[in-house]
C-alpha cells in the first residue's frame, strides 16, 4: 500500500492488519504518555480543501501521537484563495520535503490526480461524492469490536446515498469482510444506476425502512447533505424524518443491542433524533475515539517504514 | 545436553537446560529483590512473553502467592523502523501501574542491545520503575550499546556468522536452543527465536 485513496488499494490482509495495530494504538489512548516514536522526524500536512473538524483533527491528533509533524493548510487563508491551481499547491507543498498527504477536496479524485503528480504518500480524507477510506475503516473498527467478525452480518446503510462517499467506501469494505449490507433511501437520494452497481458489489436496495431495521445487526445512518443538494430532494424536513429518519418510535423495531452508527456531523431531529444519537447503543462517540485510533495505524503503515515497492 | 549433526548447527540448550536456568534466574530475582513484594515481570515480545510466565511461574511456586507479569512490544521503538517494512505491532500489557516497582524485562536472546535500548524507551513511556533489571535465557554477546543483562541463563560465545536459533513449546512446539553456521550472504539476525 503506497497510498489510501480508496478502498480499493487494501487487500483484506492489509486491513487485518491496520485493524490489529488500530487495537494496540487505542490501548495507547488510555495511557498518560500518549505518544509513540514511530513517525519521529516525518513531515505530514492535512491539506484540507473542504470544511472538517473531526477529520482533521483526528488527523493532526493522530499523527502526533506518533511524533510526527503534522501542518494543517486549508484552502481558506491559503494561496488557492488567490487562485492556485491544485496542481501547484501540491507541488509547492511536497517540494518542502514532506512524507506524506492527507488531503480532503470536493472534487472526486483530487487525492489521486495529487498521488500521480507528487509521488508523494497520498492519504484520502474524503474526495466529493467519490470516497472517504478511512471513515469506512474506522466503521468497520468500531463495529469489529462491538460485534466480533462482521462475517454474515446484516448492515443497514440509511439516508443521504446520492452525496455520500462513506457509503462507498463503506459497501466495498464491508463486502470485503463478508457483511451483507442494505442500503435505504428515498428514490430521490437512491444514486442513479444502483441496480448494476449493487449487483456488482454486492449490497441489497429498499425504500422501506421499518422493513429493513428488524432485520439489521447494525445501523449506519447517513448525514443529509444539504450543502451538496441544488434541487429538492424531499419535499421537507419533517416528512423526511418522519420517512427515513431514525426516530424514538423506530428503535423499538431493532433487535436489542443493535449498534447505531454515524459519521457526524449529526442533523439531531433529522436524520437521527436525539434518543437514537443518545441510545446505549450508539457507537457514535466510540467512532470518534477509533478514528484516532485507526488514522494512527494507516499513518504508520503508509509512512513509519521503507515504502514497498 | 545433546549433539546434533553439523548440517543442523548444536543444540546448546535443551528443554531440561532451559527449565533449570530458568529456576536459576527465578531463584536469582528473588534473591536481588529480596522476595516477590513490587515486582513485575515484563516479556518483550514474543518469545520473552512466554518465558516471563515460566518464570513467573516459578517465583511463584517458591512464594506462594501470584506475581505481576506482562508482555511489551516494542515494534514502535525499533531504531530500524524506517529502513524496513512495517510490522504490526504486538500486544502491550502491563499489570498495573509500574511506578516506582522493580520491573525485569525477560527477553530470549540478548544480541546488539537495540531490543533492550528500545524496551527502555518504551517503559519510560508507561512510567517510572524504582527499578529496571534485565533477564536474558542466552547472551551472545556483540554488544552495539553500553547494555548487560543481570541474570542471564547461558552465556553463549558466539561468531557474528553464527546464528542462534531459540525455540519455545509455547510458540514452536519444542524447547530448544541451536547454535547454527549461517551460509554465506544470509543475514545472521534473521532467524526464528531472535529479536535482535
Request: without cysteine; hydrophobic residues 40%.
Amino acid at each position: 500500500m503506497k497510498n489510501l485513496l480508496s478502498i480499493d488499494d487494501v487487500s483484506l490482509q492489509e486491513v487485518e492488519r491496520i485493524f490489529s495495530t488500530a487495537a494496540e494504538m487505542h490501548d495507547v489512548q488510555a495511557r498518560e504518555v500518549k505518544k509513540l516514536p514511530a513517525l519521529r522526524g516525518r513531515t505530514v500536512i492535512n491539506l484540507f480543501f473542504e470544511d472538517s473538524t473531526r477529520t482533521r483533527s483526528s488527523f493532526e491528533i493522530a499523527g502526533k501521537w506518533l511524533s510526527a509533524d503534522v501542518i494543517n493548510l486549508s484552502a481558506k487563508g491559503s494561496s488557492t484563495s488567490k487562485g492556485e491551481s491544485l496542481r501547484d499547491t501540491a507541488l509547492t507543498v511536497t517540494s518542502m520535503g514532506i512524507d506524506g498527504l492527507v488531503i480532503r477536496h470536493p472534487a472526486s479524485g483530487a487525492p489521486a490526480q495529487v498521488a500521480a503528480w507528487t509521488g508523494v504518500p497520498v492519504i484520502n480524507a474524503g474526495d466529493g461524492t467519490h470516497e472517504h477510506p478511512t471513515q469506512a475503516l474506522l466503521d468497520a473498527y468500531a463495529l469489529t469490536r462491538k460485534l466480533g467478525s462482521l462475517e454474515g452480518k446484516h448492515v443497514a446503510i440509511v439516508g443521504d446515498l446520492t452525496h455520500s462517499r462513506v457509503f462507498r467506501s463503506n459497501i466495498k469494505l464491508l463486502a470485503k469482510l463478508g457483511a451483507r449490507v442494505t442500503v435505504v433511501a428515498p428514490p430521490t437520494l437512491m444514486p442513479s444506476g444502483v441496480g448494476p452497481w449493487s449487483a456488482h458489489d454486492g449490497f441489497a436496495t429498499s425504500y422501506d425502512l421499518d422493513a429493513v431495521l428488524p432485520e439489521a445487526d447494525a445501523v449506519m445512518m447517513l448525514r443529509v447533505q444539504k450543502e451538496r443538494m441544488s434541487g429538492g430532494y424531499f419535499p421537507s424536513a419533517r416528512e423526511y424524518a418522519v420517512t427515513y429518519g431514525l426516530t424514538r418510535s423506530r428503535l423499538d423495531l431493532l433487535k436489542p443491542g443493535t449498534p447505531i452508527l454515524h459519521p457526524g456531523p449529526m442533523n439531531r431531529g433529522l436524520e437521527i433524533s436525539p434518543e437514537a444519537a443518545d441510545a446505549a447503543d450508539s457507537l457514535i462517540l466510540e467512532q470518534v475515539s477509533a478514528g484516532v485510533a485507526v488514522r494512527m495505524a494507516v499513518l504508520y503503515h503508509l509512512l513509519a517504514g521503507e515504502a514497498e515497492a | 545436553m545433546t549433539m546434533a549433526s553439523a548440517s543442523d548447527g548444536r543444540v546448546v540448550l535443551d528443554a531440561g537446560d532451559i527449565s533449570r536456568a530458568l529456576t536459576r534466574i527465578s531463584h536469582e530475582i528473588l534473591e536481588h529483590n529480596k522476595g516477590a513484594s513490587d515486582l513485575i515481570l515484563l516479556g518483550l515480545q514474543t518469545r520473552g512473553v512466554p518465558l516471563a510466565k515460566r518464570l513467573a511461574a516459578k517465583i511463584e511456586a517458591v512464594e506462594g502467592h501470584p506475581v505481576a507479569v506482562g508482555s511489551l512490544d516494542i515494534t514502535m521503538y525499533r531504531d530500524d523502523i524506517k529502513s524496513q517494512p512495517t510490522r504490526a505491532p504486538h500486544k502491550t500489557s502491563v499489570p498495573g501501574s509500574i511506578d516506582g516497582k522493580t520491573v525485569v524485562l525477560v527477553d530470549d536472546v540478548l544480541f546488539s542491545g537495540r531490543t533492550i535500548r528500545a524496551a527502555l524507551d518504551a517503559l519510560s513511556d508507561l512510567g517510572r520503575p524504582a527499578v529496571v533489571r534485565l533477564a536474558v535465557l542466552v547472551d551472545r554477546g556483540h554488544r552495539e550499546l553500553p547494555i548487560r543483562a543481570d541474570h542471564v541463563g547461558k552465556n553463549l560465545p558466539t561468531a557474528r556468522s553464527e546464528r542462534v536459533r531459540l525455540k519455545l513449546i509455547e510458540t514452536d512446539g519444542e524447547d530448544e536452543v541451536r547454535l547454527e553456521s549461517v551460509p554465506t550472504g544470509a543475514a545472521p539476525h534473521e532467524t526464528v527465536g531472535e529479536t535482535e
